[in-house]
């Protein structure tokens, strides 16, 4: 499903797209094509972008391309899919009751799900906000360990 959405590879379209990106939710997919996890991901996504695309643009980073590693170290991302958003160039964040609240680690479990989410981000944008609360119930939210190297 990775092909029904935009691509990149390069940081310039990545920064263009944060900067041109008015009054709506852009979502930024970083991972790999060939993962399962983040085909599951791009599928949902890519289901999805035409019932959010009033009020958000959805894209993918492949974070094997050498110039994207600015943004893999920048975001930390370490387990892929992780998912980030932004609002009018500024990096939104949400409290999932995890430990990290840059950014949406793994998949969603369903296409509401997911819904459910870049509205919240969108209301919370909306009212000022930069960071907001997770719609989703606990048990629908990815677990993972975080794990910090030379500790």
């Known amino acids: ?3 029904l959405l935009r691509t990149l590879t390069k940081k310039g379209e990545v920064d263009s797209l944060i900067r041109d990106t008015i009054d709506k939710v852009l979502i930024l997919r970083f991972g790999r094509c060939s993962d399962s996890v983040c085909l599951l ?5 890519a289901k999805c972008a035409r019932e959010v695309s009033k009020f ?9 391309s050498e110039e994207m590693q600015v943004y893999v170290k920048y975001f930390d991302i370490t387990l892929i899919p992780s998912t980030v958003f ?3 160039a ?3 964040k ?8 840059t950014k949406w680690v793994g998949a969603f ?6 819904i459910d989410v870049v ?4 209301r919370g944008a909306m009212k000022g906000k930069l960071i907001v609360n997770c719609p989703l119930p606990p048990e629908q939210i990815p677990k993972y360990q975080l794990l910090f190297k030379d500790v």
């Open 1 to 3: 499903m990775s092909y």
């Open 41 to 45: 991901l791009d599928d949902i996504l």
């Open 56 to 64: 958000a643009s959805i894209a993918l980073v492949d974070i094997d």
């Open 86 to 88: 932004f609002f009018n």
């Open 90 to 92: 500024h990096h939104m």
């Open 94 to 101: 949400m409290d999932s009751g995890t430990a990290d609240h």
């Open 109 to 114: 479990h369903q296409k509401q799900n997911f």
């Open 119 to 122: 509205e919240a981000i969108f």
